[in-house]
């Protein structure tokens, strides 16, 4: 046979092997849908949880040598919801029945996450509580309910210390992953003590401010602890003197450095520590043996987001996360790493509901890329989000709808279409000759579509419903119920016997001590131990 005869006979069997496998697919599916209408299907399913759920029974108690708490800055149960849709949909599936990673976890609770002075919080005094372990005013962090808002002489005596600290003081590797600015409102919790979560840099603090001693919260990243092992995320404007072009932007002076001290605070970590990386091949070229020390600060501000992140120069949070954790395990006494997915609430505030819901996505992929760095016996790990939207999605739509798809019917009042998403209010609310904007006319599947809002705001605005918490590893059964968000902290630290949860720790041993002994059987063991 002739070459011409060997590739006919080779095209022909490939198109009918390729004809095979698309036969085969639709025979999968469709069995699979025509499954789905009997009732074993769900009956079988229910006992594969079942079965599941009883292995639970076996608590694990063992001391977590390390902590990660993934915040999703904003991530309200409907944004979990329609990010599990999405995450479904994106691998050509209906979405519904998806399984998020930490729709994985075996424990969940809800977190009420109310201000000391705000029924609806913000994501500062919400970051004092679930690191510091106190509620607090909305717009300050790491002080108390004592302090008040943009007054400086109210932070001296009311600063708390949160579970970042309390890991480093008892001899744990520590790290801050994000993709907002490193001293924004989450992260900044985490070591600053301020009492205006905007004093970002000097350069945004007033004069009486500053001449009553108050620090930027910049400032204080490197100061108050100045150890810490792994910083990334964004912010390198507030690092440097004022007009300090920006190495990735030198043309725009939008990106200059703001500070007013002339303090080039990356290169004073440079000379501490050492490594620092400003794009994603310097960080992806890093071996994580050879460095103990990183900080990686990739945009003058906060991270794109990822529909629009530019994959050559920023890195995705799942690298962020794989890096700092191959970094932090290094340390024999573990970690406490902070992993904030900072950008869905940005996509929520500027209605774009599609950046939203894929920043959560990717989060999702960073809590996978933490469980096969780390094991369930020593390693505990939390999800949640600091505070809710006023994001849903409805409309009766049917199984498989694009989650940003319209809703079956028109409006029974406007006779117009409608999104299956909506927001209570926001930059989304749109008038054409004086009635609701008819979608069917705009691309409301594109990336920046702000869907429709029911108020105009310029900004959407946080929701105030309790958000959920998501935990697995060592004491995880302790996050449970309904829970005041402050408490979170004070069970992470619990788990890892660090902080002022000590006493039922041994040293080296994840067994109880004797405060978990009954007083009599307690004394009767000491006697003993004395006599013999």
Same mark, same amino acid.
């Given at each position: 046979?002739?070459?011409?005869?060997?590739?006919?006979?080779?095209?022909?069997?490939?198109?009918?092997?390729? *004809?095979? %496998?698309?036969?085969?697919?639709?025979?999968?599916?469709? %069995?699979?849908?025509?499954?789905?209408?009997?009732?074993?299907?769900?009956?079988?399913?229910?006992?594969?949880?079942?079965?599941?759920?009883?292995?639970?029974?076996?608590?694990?108690?063992?001391?977590?040598?390390? &902590?990660?708490?993934?915040?999703?800055?904003?991530?309200?149960?409907?944004?979990?919801?329609?990010?599990?849709?999405?995450?479904?949909?994106?691998?050509?599936? @209906?979405?519904?029945?998806?399984?998020?990673?930490?729709?994985?976890?075996?424990?969940?609770?809800?977190?009420?996450?109310?201000?000391?002075?705000?029924?609806?919080?913000?994501?500062?005094?919400?970051?004092?509580?679930?690191?510091?372990?106190?509620?607090?005013?909305? =717009?300050?962090?790491?002080? @108390?309910?004592?302090?008040?808002?943009?007054? %400086?002489?109210?932070?001296?005596?009311?600063?708390?210390?949160?579970?970042?600290?309390?890991?480093?003081?008892?001899?744990?590797?520590?790290?801050?992953?994000?993709?907002?600015?490193?001293?924004?409102?989450?992260?900044?919790?985490?070591?600053?003590?301020?009492?205006?979560?905007?004093?970002?840099?000097?350069?945004?603090?007033?004069?009486?401010? *500053?001449?009553?001693? %108050?620090?930027?919260?910049?400032?204080?990243?490197?100061?108050?602890?100045?150890?810490?092992?792994?910083?990334? =995320?964004? =912010?390198?404007?507030?690092?440097?003197?004022?007009?300090?072009?920006?190495?990735?932007?030198?043309?725009?002076?939008?990106?200059?450095?703001?500070?007013?001290?002339?303090?080039?605070?990356?290169?004073?970590? &440079?000379?501490?520590?050492?490594?620092?990386?400003?794009?994603?091949?310097?960080? $992806?070229?890093?071996?994580?043996?050879?460095?103990?020390?990183?900080?990686? $600060?990739?945009?003058?501000?906060?991270?794109?987001?990822?529909?629009?992140?530019?994959?050559?120069?920023?890195? @995705?949070?799942?690298?962020?996360?794989?890096?700092?954790?191959? &970094?932090?395990?290094?340390?024999?006494?573990?970690?406490? $790493?902070?992993?904030?997915?900072?950008?869905?609430?940005?996509?929520?505030?500027?209605?774009?509901?599609?950046?939203?819901?894929?920043?959560?996505?990717?989060?999702?992929?960073?809590?996978?890329?933490?469980?096969?760095?780390?094991?369930?016996?020593?390693?505990?790990?939390?999800?949640?989000?600091?505070?809710?939207?006023?994001?849903?999605?409805?409309?009766?739509?049917?199984?498989?709808?694009?989650?940003?798809?319209?809703?079956?019917?028109?409006?029974?009042?406007?006779?117009?279409?409608?999104?299956?998403?909506?927001?209570?209010?926001?930059?989304?609310?749109?008038?054409?000759?004086?009635?609701?904007?008819?979608?069917?006319?705009?691309?409301?599947?594109?990336?920046?579509?702000?869907?429709?809002?029911?108020?105009?705001?310029?900004?959407?605005?946080?929701?105030?419903?309790?958000?959920?918490?998501?935990?697995?590893?060592?004491?995880?059964?302790?996050?449970?119920?309904?829970?005041?968000?402050?408490?979170?902290?004070?069970?992470?630290?619990?788990?890892?016997?660090?902080?002022?949860?000590?006493?039922?720790?041994?040293?080296?041993? =994840?067994?109880?001590?004797? @405060?978990?002994?009954?007083?009599?059987?307690?004394?009767? $063991?000491?006697?003993?131990?004395?006599?013999?």
């Amino acid at each position: 046979m002739n070459q011409e005869g060997v590739s006919v006979l080779l095209t022909t069997l490939f198109s009918g092997l390729l *004809l095979l %496998c698309v036969l085969a697919l639709l025979c999968f599916f469709t %069995c699979r849908l025509a499954s789905r209408k009997h009732p074993d299907f769900w009956k079988e399913w229910a006992q594969r949880t079942l079965k599941n759920a009883l292995t639970l029974q076996d608590l694990n108690k063992n001391v977590a040598k390390n &902590i990660i708490l993934f915040l999703g800055d904003g991530m309200g149960v409907p944004t979990v919801t329609a990010a599990r849709i999405l995450k479904g949909q994106m691998s050509g599936q @209906s979405g519904e029945e998806t399984q998020l990673e930490m729709d994985k976890f075996p424990y969940v609770a809800l977190s009420k996450t109310y201000n000391t002075n705000a029924q609806v919080p913000d994501s500062a005094g919400t970051a004092t509580a679930y690191l510091c372990g106190v509620k607090a005013n909305e =717009g300050t962090v790491g002080v @108390s309910a004592a302090a008040v808002r943009s007054q %400086c002489n109210t932070t001296q005596g009311n600063e708390v210390t949160s579970i970042l600290k309390w890991a480093k003081d008892a001899g744990k590797s520590v790290g801050i992953v994000t993709t907002t600015r490193v001293n924004h409102a989450t992260p900044s919790a985490a070591y600053a003590h301020c009492v205006d979560r905007d004093w970002y840099s000097d350069g945004d603090m007033p004069t009486e401010a *500053l001449q009553s001693g %108050c620090k930027d919260i910049a400032r204080q990243l490197f100061e108050n602890i100045p150890d810490i092992d792994v910083i990334m =995320g964004g =912010g390198r404007r507030n690092m440097y003197p004022r007009n300090t072009p920006d190495v990735e932007y030198p043309g725009d002076k939008k990106h200059n450095g703001t500070r007013k001290d002339g303090r080039n605070l990356v290169g004073e970590w &440079i000379d501490r520590k050492g490594y620092y990386a400003w794009n994603r091949k310097d960080l $992806l070229s890093l071996n994580p043996n050879n460095v103990d020390y990183l900080l990686g $600060l990739f945009e003058p501000a906060d991270l794109p987001y990822e529909l629009e992140r530019n994959k050559e120069t920023d890195p @995705s949070l799942t690298e962020m996360v794989d890096v700092a954790i191959k &970094i932090l395990r290094k340390n024999e006494r573990g970690f406490y $790493l902070l992993v904030e997915g900072g950008r869905i609430d940005h996509g929520h505030h500027e209605g774009k509901a599609k950046q939203a819901l894929h920043e959560a996505v990717e989060m999702d992929r960073a809590i996978t890329r933490a469980d096969l760095l780390t094991s369930i016996y020593d390693t505990l790990t939390v999800v949640t989000a600091d505070h809710s939207h006023v994001f849903s999605f409805g409309g009766y739509t049917p199984r498989g709808n694009s989650i940003f798809g319209l809703a079956p019917t028109v409006s029974d009042i406007d006779q117009k279409p409608f999104t299956s998403i909506l927001y209570g209010n926001g930059p989304g609310f749109k008038l054409v000759n004086s009635t609701r904007e008819n979608v069917s006319t705009v691309d409301y599947e594109q990336n920046n579509y702000q869907a429709q809002s029911a108020v105009p705001l310029r900004m959407e605005t946080h929701g105030g419903e309790d958000v959920a918490i998501f935990s697995k590893g060592p004491m995880a059964h302790l996050l449970h119920g309904v829970q005041e968000q402050h408490y979170i902290p004070h069970v992470m630290a619990y788990a890892a016997c660090i902080g002022q949860n000590k006493d039922h720790c041994r040293t080296n041993s =994840g067994s109880p001590s004797l @405060s978990h002994i009954s007083p009599t059987l307690a004394l009767l $063991l000491a006697v003993k131990w004395l006599l013999c």
